[in-house]
């Protein structure tokens, strides 16, 4: 299988790629810093590409050279995303343009771009990653609720766009997970705590727990499985904690 994971390099992506490697397939991990690209180990199976995923032609080519070089394209995950914690009225515009960029439109290129040559194979799977604050009203979240919220509806609108073409799309939506992106919640023990009690199983996730999930939905055991938006989330979006 030829995986591309964009946002690789991430807490999320990057445990989604060696899980994938383990495996035996052929994945390229694409990250916007040039810095963390490089510093991808030297694992056999993957291979890392500097892109900047809101740049259409940038997506567009990168799904061009993969399958010129590894002759298809199988499975394509987008772990990027962005935490944005301010009420409406404290939200800036510069802030609301870059959480939908670094959410909604990201999975949009990226899904756009892939289709185009999957529709060409008739085969494929996509991911993208939703948020359990799109199923759950949160206190401080409009701006990412809404960005994780047109993830969740794009994913279920393409999967019936793409389906006769033997594309599937799905979606995972995580509760709060122990990542770099997150260190601000994780490292104050009053945040943590507020965290840990909202989410049932008593505990936030790991990007183990998340990745293992998106490695699920992108295999072809799983190939009638479309449309589905699965909350890997402790209980957060649909259980009341104690």
């Given at each position: ?80 995303g ?47 990653l ?89 295999r ?23």
């Amino acid at each position: 299988m030829v995986t591309l994971i964009f946002g690789g390099t991430g807490g999320i992506g990057s445990e989604l790629a060696r899980q994938m490697a383990a495996c035996g397939d052929t994945v390229v991990v694409a990250g916007r810093s040039s810095e963390k690209v490089a510093s991808i180990p030297n694992t056999t199976g993957i291979v890392g590409r500097v892109v900047d995923a809101t740049r259409s032609d940038a997506v567009e080519e990168l799904i061009r050279s993969t399958v010129e070089e590894h002759g298809q394209l199988d499975a394509v995950a987008n772990c990027i995303g962005s935490l944005l914690l301010k009420p409406a009225h404290l939200t800036t515009d510069d802030e609301w343009v870059e959480t939908l960029a670094t959410n909604l439109t990201t999975s949009f290129v990226i899904l756009r771009a892939c289709v185009r040559q999957m529709m060409k194979q008739r085969s494929g799977s996509l991911v993208l990653l939703a948020s359990a604050v799109a199923e759950r009203g949160m206190v401080n979240h409009e701006a990412i609720a809404a960005a994780k919220g047109g993830v969740a509806s794009l994913a279920r609108s393409a999967a019936a766009t793409y389906a006769r073409y033997g594309i599937r799309v799905n979606c995972i939506a995580p509760g709060l997970v122990q990542t770099p992106l997150t260190r601000s919640i994780t490292e104050s023990e009053p945040s943590l705590k507020a965290s840990v009690s909202l989410h049932p199983l008593g505990r936030i996730g790991q990007p183990s727990e998340v990745a293992a999930a998106i490695h699920w939905f992108l295999r072809p055991e799983q190939g009638w499985i479309t449309g589905q938006c699965l909350g890997v989330d402790g209980g957060l979006s649909t259980l009341q904690a104690r």
